[in-house]
Structures are given as C-alpha cells and as structure tokens.
C-alpha cells in the first residue's frame, strides 16, 4: 500500500483516540488505569480535535481509505485488529454497537466523494443520496417506534415534535422546529450543526451539491412507512454559507391503508 | 398458559412469517389461504371496532377471545406491521410479550437485515430462532397446554 509507513504512525495514534471519548467515565469508574496511558490518549485526542490539525487528521483517514480502495477491490472478506495495542480496561465504552460520531462523519464524508466520483453529476449524487435516505428511514422508522414508542400522532405538529425527539435519539443534536406556514401544513426543521458535515468544506465545483441530502431521504422515508406522504428538502445550508441547516417539510397527504381483495 | 402459533402480516397484508410451538389440530387449507382468512379477520375486527369504540385505538393491541376458544391477540404498529399471537385463554403478559418480539426480534433481526427485503416473506434463520428463544422464556409459555 503506497502510503503505509505514514498509515501506520498516525493510525496507531488516531485509533486511541477512539476510545476515550469521555475522560470524565475514566475518572468516574472504578477501575483506575495507569495514569501514563491515559494522559497519553487525551493529549492524542485534543490534539487532532484542534482545528488547525482537523484537516491534517482528515487527510490521513482519506489517505488510508484510499490505499484499501486500492488494494482491497477484489476482496470480499478483510480481517483487522481493531487497534494496536488492547484497551486498557475500563476506557472502551461498553455499548459495543456504538460508535465515535467523529467516525461516522467520516465515513459519510467517504460516501459522499465516492458518490461523486461515481456520478460526477451533482443532480444525480442529490437524487441518489435522497434515495439512500429513503431506504434508510423506512427501517430506521421501525427501530424509532421500538425504542422512543411515541403513540399515533394526531396532527402534524405531534409529527414534528416526534421527528426532532428523533433527531436528538440518533444524531445527539437538538433542532428547533418553526417557521409554520398559515396552512399548518409546511414546517422547517433547523440545525445549528450539522453533525454529517463537521469536517466538510464544499468545492467550487460542487456547489449545487445537497451534502446532507440523505437526511430528506430518510424523513420521507420514515413518514410514509407512518402512513404519511410528506415532501423533505433543503433550504438553508452551512456548508453553503448560510447561519444554519434548515430542512422544509411539507405533508402532502395522508396514504390510506391498503385493503384486502374481496373485502369492499 | 400456552402459546399456539404466530402470524406476522405486513402492511399490505402479505403473511411475513408464520411461527408455530402448539397446534393441536391443522385447519385443513393451505398456510397462504389460512393467512388471508386470518388477515380477513384482523381486518374485519379491527374497523368493526374503530367504528364502534368510543376511544381510538391508541395502543395498536386488540386481544379477541371467548371462554372455550384460543385467544388471539393482535399488536400492531404505527408502521402496519401486524403481530397476531394465537394462545390459550389463560396466557398473561401478552401485549409486553408483542411488544418484546417486535423491539426485541422483528428491529433487530428484520429492520436492521439490509439482506432482508421488507415486503418479502421473512426467510432469516436468525430471526426464526431469536424468535423461538423469546417465545420459549416468556412466562406465558408452557410446555404441557393447561
């Protein structure tokens, strides 16, 4: 792989990082690990969480992706260790399904320059990050009913109020909803950040590109898995120069319930 | 207190899954027939009381029983997923019962499975047996029918 020797310093050094997201559980835990070990994690995550670094770290993980696009395209099946040294006990969060948010940007950040690689048409990454979203949002809705069990709602600002509950369940970010319009049937959902584009910059080139175009997917999504045919899209974006993110939704209708043949 | 079987219906109808730990006695039609008539009446019942209730049905559980026949018991979700469990009149807890499979099995093993398209008849062995576990330790389950 070309670029393995710098990989493998820096990964070393970003992958502690992953794990002591909170030094705050260290001190709170039981178990006191030594004391070196620790000091060491901090001072590798504050450091590439200074912004003058953050575009040097994103380098490298986009160095590393590319070399396993390179060398990895023919294989189906990759076995790693997940870092390089074993966790000293007690910093590893103990949730094994999550994962860093900083990792999740990323990977998204990843899929988004595939997509425009693949496309290079910024109309159809759009179109197909909205669809993505759509696929997503009509499993995710299963998992939101499962976990926040929000009852029916009776019109749409108990919509509204379920999807900022749902933004704050799976982005950790807390929107504001308003801007109604006299019909009672649009609304704006806006975000003073945007946790999918942390680390982004948008190039000339791609100005009409929705960076977060899959999050309109996956509320249209989710919607009509509800029975509800709703419109998502965006009108205000930060990484476009604007104060905030804003998505507009507007209900179109309500979808009845298919009925068995034979019974009308 | 015993569990009979399980039909899984999907939004349209389609049966997604049919899971079965008792059954004395077999109705003699095919499983596709049986699952229409089984939807028929969900259907049936399910807007036979939304007209009539004086309250809405909030919860999405409707439990249908008599006092020699199984009692079926019907869990649905905002998202029209249909869980109807079949069991003997005795069974308590039924509806934490629904509500487990569904969080605990049908998210987990369905709604997450990108490999498991949604309208399709659930095929995953996975799902069958986390369902066959849940199923087994849930206290309303009884080897021997009372």
């Known amino acids: ?264 | 207190m015993t569990i009979y079987n399980l039909y899984i219906f999907d939004r349209d109808g389609q049966m997604l899954y049919y899971g079965e730990w008792t059954r004395k006695k077999q109705s003699g039609m095919s499983r596709e027939e049986e699952a229409k008539l089984m939807y028929g009446m969900i259907f049936s019942i399910k807007s036979f009381v939304t007209k009539m209730s004086p309250v809405d049905l909030r919860e999405g559980y409707l439990t249908y029983c008599t006092n020699k026949y199984p009692a079926l018991h019907l869990f649905e979700t905002p998202s029209r997923i249909k869980f109807v469990l079949n069991t003997d009149v005795g069974a308590q807890g039924i509806k934490e019962l629904l509500h487990q499979i569904y969080t605990q099995v049908y998210v987990e093993y369905v709604s997450f499975n990108p490999m498991c398209p949604l309208n399709k008849p659930i095929e995953s062995e996975l799902f069958a047996a986390k369902l066959d576990e849940v199923v087994r330790q849930s206290p309303a389950y009884a080897s021997r029918p009372a």
């Open chain 1, 1 to 264: 792989m070309p670029h393995v020797e710098i990989s493998i310093t820096c990964y070393a050094t970003l992958s502690t990082c992953e794990a002591p997201g909170d030094s705050g559980a260290v001190h709170g835990g039981s178990v006191y690990p030594d004391i070196e070990v620790v000091r060491g994690h901090v001072l590798a995550r504050n450091y590439s969480l200074l912004k003058e670094n953050q575009r040097k770290v994103l380098k490298v993980w986009c160095l590393i992706w590319q070399d396993f696009q390179v060398c990895c395209s023919g294989m189906s099946l990759l076995l790693t260790p997940t870092t390089l040294n074993p966790s000293p006990q007690g910093l590893r969060p103990a949730d094994p399904k999550k994962v860093s948010g900083e990792l999740f940007t990323l990977t998204y950040g990843s899929l988004v320059a595939q997509l425009l690689k693949d496309y290079e048409n910024v109309d159809d990454v759009n179109r197909q990050l909205e669809r993505m979203g759509y696929n997503i949002g009509m499993r995710l809705i299963e998992d939101f009913l499962a976990r926040a069990n929000p009852g029916r709602c009776y019109d749409l600002r108990d919509t509204a109020d379920k999807i900022q509950q749902a933004f704050k369940l799976y982005l950790g970010v807390s929107p504001s909803i308003g801007s109604w319009n006299p019909g009672g049937d649009e609304f704006s959902v806006v975000l003073e950040t945007n946790p999918l584009a942390e680390f982004v910059e948008l190039p000339d080139h791609c100005l009409g590109l929705r960076y977060s175009n899959i999050l309109a997917g996956i509320i249209r999504g989710a919607c009509e898995m509800v029975q509800m045919e709703v419109m998502a899209w965006f009108i205000a974006d930060q990484l476009k120069g604007d104060n905030v993110t804003e998505i507009r939704i507007k209900f179109v209708k309500r979808l009845e319930d298919a009925i068995p043949a034979g019974e009308d």
